[in-house]
């Protein structure tokens, strides 16, 4: 690696760690803008810094995703968001802007991707399938893996919850109907979960607790949070036998986002307030509905 590369890499990285948000989205747009660096370097364009990013250098970089790696529209769209973060942070806002002529979605060529979902939920009998298997490996990631499950939970809110379990266990206790979920959430957003299956949500929160009790206050016993939601992962996948593709450690949430829909339509709101509402529980905010359908709900509405 060059210096020039080396030196690139460091500034790039450095402004997207100043955009904030969850370790997920910081994880994901650190490797994108790595990616970028690698990928003008081997172009041979020869630049240290953002501040000496061109509008030809992100042209270059999305046709070469496009053309050599094949990567689909929302990949792209993906990309680009993490990009305009970063030059937002570098103060190029003109370049930043999604309307911007040259690096719009659409003068890109990233414009029209389905916002269909590619996963879907896990029946029951699936789940305890998974959950047999994943018991067997460790308890506590299983232990985590219930309350994604009846939570509707993101991966690093699983692994993190366990800081919630007292909090929770009181509420339940009270018998509230909602639950506040606060750490590992999509940009430090706290929000209010839906209980929608009581018991299910009890025996999972007290299961966690009597695991977390045993083992030092904790349900993944690993150094850091990066190192607990990569084995959280990894044992989800490997050890509890999800197929890929439709199946992931996500499809936990899916199927609790099918449950909150037949749940709050039940309680009598109709198709667009229950979409609302699921959204809400997932922590995309009240706007979200028709997302929810797509990504979400769509394999949960027949």
């Known amino acids: 690696m060059s210096r020039r590369e080396k030196l690139l890499k460091r500034d790039l990285v450095n402004l997207i760690r100043k955009t904030g948000g969850s370790f997920k989205k910081i994880s994901d ?51 680009m968001s993490a990009i305009r973060c970063m030059l937002n942070k570098a103060d190029k806002t003109l370049m930043a802007d999604p309307r911007h002529e ?44 219930r309350l994604s499950r009846y939570l509707g939970l993101r991966n690093e809110e699983a692994v993190q919850s366990v800081k919630s379990l007292q909090t929770w266990k009181k509420s339940l206790d009270k018998g509230d109907d ?8 999509k940009g430090g957003r706290a929000r209010m979960t839906t209980v929608v299956q ?26 850091g949070l990066k190192s607990s939601l990569d084995y959280y992962i990894n044992v989800l ?24 829909m037949q749940y709050h339509l039940r309680c009598g709101f109709n198709d667009e307030e229950s979409l609302a509402l699921t959204s809400i529980d997932l922590g995309h ?13 769509q394999s949960g509405d027949n």
């Open 29 to 79: 747009y650190t490797l994108i803008v790595e990616r970028l660096s690698s990928r003008l370097a081997a172009m041979n364009v020869q630049i240290s810094s953002a501040e000496q990013l061109k509008v030809r250098h992100i042209e270059m970089y999305i046709a070469s995703r496009r053309n050599d790696d094949g990567i689909s529209k929302r990949t792209g769209q993906n990309e």
């Open 102 to 145: 040259r690096l719009s979605n659409k003068a890109l060529g990233l414009s029209g991707a389905s916002r269909k979902g590619t996963k879907a939920s896990i029946s029951d009998e699936r789940y305890r399938e998974i959950l047999a298997r994943i018991e067997k490996k460790d308890r506590g990631v299983a232990a985590a893996a």
């Open 178 to 185: 909602k639950l506040k979920v606060i750490f590992g959430t």
């Open 198 to 223: 009581p018991e299910k949500v009890k025996e999972a929160v007290e299961a966690a607790l009597a695991y977390s009790r045993e083992h030092n206050g904790k349900l993944i016993d690993k150094p």
């Open 237 to 260: 996948r490997r050890d509890g036998g999800l197929k890929g593709g439709m199946e992931t450690p996500h499809s936990f949430r899916y199927s609790y986002a099918r449950d909150a």
């Open 285 to 297: 905010g009240d706007g979200r509905g028709t997302y929810i359908k797509n990504v979400y709900y």
